[in-house]
């Protein structure tokens, strides 16, 4: 009887099919392994990428993820964010936009605000929000802890934008508005003397006089109350920043420019609203904002 020969897997190699008929499961097991082992040897460089550490055979798995990453792979994967966005400039185009078709047709040919208004880039005091501005009421620049540096502190964003709203588009009306919990006026409060380049002290150092009316009048105070202190102190220097602008000083002067401070608190949601009195401002010699028609609503 003759013998079978022996079956070499060198020499003659087999099918994995045939491989899977002859020895079965393990086979299977085996290919699975080397493929979940090729499969590291791919990604193992990858410092996101980590072996789990269990009792099964070795797979692949990303690091353990805070809910805060996970929401934003979420909303980069499922473009959540834009959907919202979408559907809220829908919502604006059939319910502001063609119900008022023929106002914004006409704001396409010119615009003629009464309001220039200078405020915080702070994502919780959108002054359209607050205020109830609508398109073509208000000509606006938003800034670091909403300040104005003065004249001779030479172009910014902010006097360009001042000067086309003044000598341009003629605005009767400039309001800074400031708000409660600044990070600005914050960083301008912990900031030491020693000199640092970034960009947000060489740009909350305009409020320097802010700073140090503060801690003149306000040094028994605690820090947080000091802030709060400074949030509407800088608003007043900003407002005395403006006269060093020869067109608008010479606006104010004639009668034919406002300048006013506003203060939001959006922790008790409140609003603080005054105006500069020029002519006793002048009388101070542009050192100390007189004040007139303040209000405050709550």
Partial sequence: MAALAPTSLSKD??????????????????????????????????????????????????????????????????????NEMKNNFLSFKKHKYM????????????????????????????????????????????????????YESGPSETNAALEFAVNSLEVENILIIGHSCCGGIRALMSMQDEVDSSFIRSWVIVGK????????????????????????????????????????????KKGELSLHGGYYDFVDCTFEKWTLDYKGSVMEGKNRVVVKNQSFWC
């Fill in 13 to 82: 190699p087999l099918s994995n099919g045939a491989l899977t008929r002859i020895f079965g499961s393990r086979v299977k097991s085996l290919e699975i392994q080397q493929t979940q082992l090729r499969l590291w040897t791919c990604f193992r460089s990858n410092s996101g990428v980590k072996l789990k550490a269990s009792a099964e055979p070795p797979a692949l798995t990303r690091e353990p993820k805070s809910d805060k990453q996970e929401s934003i792979m979420e909303m980069g994967n499922g473009c959540d964010l834009f």
């Fill in 99 to 150: 119900e008022n078709l023929e106002h914004f047709q006409a704001l396409s040919k010119a615009q003629a605000p009464k309001f220039m208004v200078i405020a915080c880039a702070d994502s919780r005091v959108c002054p359209s929000n607050i205020l109830g501005f609508q398109p073509g009421e208000a000509f606006m620049v938003r800034n670091v802890a909403n300040m104005v540096p003065t």
């Fill in 209 to 252: 006089n802010a700073k140090l009316s503060t801690k003149a009048a306000a040094s028994n105070l605690s820090f947080d109350q000091q802030c709060t202190h400074c949030e509407k102190e800088s608003i007043n220097c900003s407002l005395l920043n403006l006269l060093t602008y020869p067109w608008i000083e010479e606006k104010v």
